[in-house]
């Protein structure tokens, strides 16, 4: 029993850095591994970026963390995406952001993005996901909520905006 319980106080620390990380190596990585954890497929696109399969439903992905709440930057990057793709297949494709802002305060405290971002994510319908949302989606699959874990992927798919 103890060996279980170490193991699995193991697996939550390696996700606590999706509250503290910023960077694409740092905070990009353990995003994408919690995705697979909670059920969704990643996979690198032929046009480049990364894209994920959340419960049917493919969507492109970007990740920003900042000491400072999200700027424009990763709208930046999704809309470029998002028009390459309109004009390659003739649909517009889903979109989610990831992002930890501000990620040095606590996350209950956090004010993750600046109000423009959210407004381009509502504007062009796609979320905008903080990570310790995905955190804790992690945590309720290491526990078995696997009602808890598929809200948040509905989330994900359906929201336009802050995911709250």
Same mark, same amino acid.
């Given at each position: %029993? ?20 910023? *960077?694409?190596? $740092? #905070?990009?990585?353990?995003? /994408?591994?919690? #995705?697979?954890?909670?059920?969704? +497929?990643?996979? +690198?696109?032929?046009?480049? *970026? ?5 419960? *049917? ?14 700027? #424009? ?13 309109? %004009? ?5 494709? =889903? ?5 930890? $802002?501000? =990620? ?6 956090? =004010? ?49 905006? /802050?995911?709250?």
């Amino acid at each position: %029993a103890l060996a279980d319980a170490e193991a699995s106080l193991d697996e939550l620390a390696k996700y606590q850095r999706l509250l503290w990380q910023e *960077g694409a190596l $740092g #905070l990009e990585d353990v995003v /994408l591994d919690a #995705l697979r954890l909670i059920g969704c +497929t990643v996979y +690198t696109s032929q046009e480049g *970026g990364v894209q994920a399969r959340i419960d *049917g439903t493919n969507v492109l992905i970007e990740v920003e963390g900042s000491e400072q709440p999200v700027d #424009l930057a990763p709208h930046y990057r999704l809309r470029e995406r998002v028009e390459a793709a309109l %004009a390659k297949r003739g649909e517009t494709p =889903r979109g989610v952001v990831f992002v930890n $802002g501000e =990620r040095l305060r606590d996350p209950a405290q956090r =004010r993750h993005v600046v109000d423009a971002l959210r407004t381009a994510a509502e504007t062009m319908r796609y979320a905008l996901a903080p990570t310790p949302g995905l955190y804790d989606a992690v945590v309720a699959q290491l526990s078995g909520d696997t009602e808890a874990v598929e809200a948040y992927r509905r989330a994900l798919v359906t929201t336009d905006g /802050l995911i709250a």
